[in-house]
């Protein structure tokens, strides 16, 4: 992992005899994301070192001594957020209150939550994500009928809250933290109209709504609200595998590169040229993609995968994650005999050729769910590192395009 910055400083003069002056270093804290960081720094001028190798698994992978020391002199780190790299958070934490730059590329892009079995069609979309967590919002249309509203003791408990969209007028509203981005909660619909409702005879029920008892349940209404703005909000919880849309990488790269100009020194025009022709690249990526997954109909566009990892894939390119071998976006999850069993049924009711496992993981339990049921096939894809120098899926772009072409060829039966 850090062997190219072994040595380095003690000896100017490279083997051949030339004078070789090292560059600052950025660390990243996966192959993915060290490959995108060497794109934005295209011309070499700076050491892009990866902790967590090709190869390796971002959820499993645990720090050692000397990754915190590959850290702790680097000018900057570069990390996905989210979790990803759990077993690295405390380190990248310990390493930023030390005083080195921590950019967590999660923090520039729309961010989605985990979505196995639900649909993906409404992609271009993405923008509204901020309702998909009130998924019975609509009904409360008709709320301004609740003639009894001063009543409603125990008000904090709505768990729809977020679509109350004039609730301005409640004075103690203020100093709900995360209800600034509930749409003007305060009104519950329509209050205005509610004929009393101006004295709120039973408002003072409201005054401990600050202490937000109950407000776990709108844990995540702010991660959507505005994520065009700036994404300094916190969308934990969220599916960190935002690589995996191209489209969603490039839109990181303006920011990132930013970061590297103020932390490294490196000339801003020059890494402006970089990230130019890298977003052509990453477009261009998602073009041929699209074109290699043309060949799928839509009911075709059936995705089970070893983990739930493929959801930005799913979004970007209008297919549907019906479900997977290990519950959740963690490879350190388990599956077990009854969700094996139902997603057998599951596969075999929707018509579904393959089974995508992940070729850094054992493909134990999907070779088991792929035996119950005639002619599916287990097909492994690089999801959370890049392949080995050579194999074609040793960039981001590569791993991605590479994977497209099997999920199409799987899918298609062939």
């Known amino acids: 992992m850090a062997s190219a910055l072994a040595g380095c400083g003690s000896d100017d003069t490279d083997v051949a005899g030339s004078v070789q002056e090292q560059g600052p270093v950025i660390v990243a804290t996966t192959a993915i994301w060290a490959d995108v960081v060497s794109n934005v720094v295209c011309d070499g001028s700076a050491e892009i070192e990866s902790i967590i190798p090709a190869g390796g698994d971002p959820h499993e992978f645990e720090a050692s001594l000397q990754d915190r ?17 759990a077993g690295l958070i405390a380190t990248v934490e310990t390493v930023e209150e030390d005083g080195v730059p921590v950019v967590e590329m999660a923090d520039h892009v ?54 109350h969209e004039d609730e301005e007028d409640h004075g103690d509203e203020a100093d709900h933290g995360d209800e600034a981005d ?20 039973d408002e003072e029920d409201h005054e401990d709504e600050e202490d937000h008892e109950d407000e776990e349940d709108h844990g995540d209404e702010e991660d959507h609200g505005d994520e065009a703005e700036g994404h300094d909000h916190d969308h934990d919880g969220d599916d960190p595998h935002i690589w995996m849309d191209p489209i969603r990488v490039a839109s990181a790269l303006p920011a990132l590169g930013e970061a590297v100009v103020t932390n490294t020194g490196l000339d801003a025009e020059m890494i402006d040229g970089c990230i130019s022709d890298y977003e052509a690249e990453l477009e261009t990526a998602s073009e041929e993609i699209a074109a290699d997954v ?17 959801g930005y894939f799913a979004d970007r390119y209008n297919f549907e994650i019906i479900g997977t071998v290990i519950p959740g976006g963690s490879t350190l999850a388990e599956s077990n005999a009854a969700q094996l069993q139902e997603l057998s049924e599951t596969i075999e009711s ?26 599916v096939e287990v097909i492994t894809l690089l999801a959370g590192t890049l392949g080995e120098s050579g194999s074609g899926s040793d960039t981001l772009i ?11 060829a799987g899918l298609a039966g062939e």
């Open 182 to 201: 509930h749409g003007d909660e305060a009104d519950h619909g329509d209050e205005a109209d509610h004929g009393d409702e101006a004295d709120h005879e």
């Open 110 to 163: 729309d961010t989605l939550p985990f979505t196995a079995g639900e649909d993906h069609d409404d992609h271009d979309d993405e923008d509204d994500h901020d309702d998909e967590a009130h998924e019975d919002e609509e009904d409360h249309g008709d709320e301004a009928d609740h003639g009894d509203e001063a009543d409603h003791e125990d008000e904090e408990d709505h768990g729809d809250e977020a679509d």
């Open 350 to 375: 929707a018509g579904v050729a393959a089974i995508f496992a992940e070729e850094q993981e054992s493909t134990q339990d999907a070779d088991a769910v792929a035996a119950t049921v005639d002619g």
């Open 398 to 408: 590569g791993m991605l395009e590479n994977n497209a072409e099997l999920i199409a």
């Open 294 to 310: 043309s060949v799928l109909d839509v009911d075709q566009r059936k995705l089970v995968t070893n983990h739930d990892a493929f």
């Open 69 to 85: 020391e590959t850290m702790d002199d680097a000018a900057m780190v570069v990390a996905n957020g989210l979790g990803l790299e």
